[in-house]
């Protein structure tokens, strides 16, 4: 991911680079400060493109959808998760994105920034009876434990205890967390088969009477 002002240290370069997650920052001007290569390959426009351009510059009339939320997360310093429908400048398609913006800090940690993470949900949804697949993403404490059918401080636990692979957009105790569906399915899997080679209480009872 390329930016300036050392926007990176918040993240997992690696993780943001590779996966096929779309991310941005944007500073109080509404411009681009950083965002990763995948972000860009959906813009259709290169990454230096980008940097220094307004949300209206880059994404036109889609830019109404976004800019009220970055707005808003300067303003009030909360999360705000949206839905962003329309097709991008140039392109006929109509997509849909689930869109989660959050407050950063810069290096100097003086002037504000607000980052975004994009999932896309739909690559075009004019097709009558297109099937929308669900967001990979699992977007908060709640919809992590909602999830596994279990409460918020039980997941918090896992992480705690077991390793349980929850993701953090920010180094700092509140920080907005997320979680990855296929690498919390692979934990549960690989959970299920360390249980099933675990003796149980019962069992090991019954050997040490033996």
Known sequence: MRGSNGVERYLSEEFFRRAEVGFAVFDRRLRYRALNPYLADIHGIPVNSHLGKTIHDILGALSYQITPAVRGVFESGDPIQREV???????????????????????????????????????????????????????????????????????????????????????????????????????????????????GKRQAKNSRRS
């Open 85 to 199: 429908v329309g097709s991008l400048p140039g392109q006929s398609r109509l997509g849909r994105w689930a869109a989660n913006y959050f407050g950063l800090r810069n290096e100097d940690e003086t002037s504000s920034l607000v980052g975004v993470v994009v999932v896309e949900l739909a690559k075009d949804i004019r097709v009558q009876g297109c099937a929308i697949e669900p967001s990979p993403i699992l977007r908060s404490w709640k919809e992590i434990a909602h999830y596994f059918g279990s409460c918020v401080k039980t997941v918090q636990r896992w992480e705690r205890l077991y390793d349980f692979p929850v993701r953090r957009l920010q180094a700092s105790k509140g920080a907005a967390v997320f979680a990855i569906k296929s690498e919390v399915e692979q934990w549960q899997a690989e959970a299920t088969v360390k249980r099933s080679h675990t003796p």
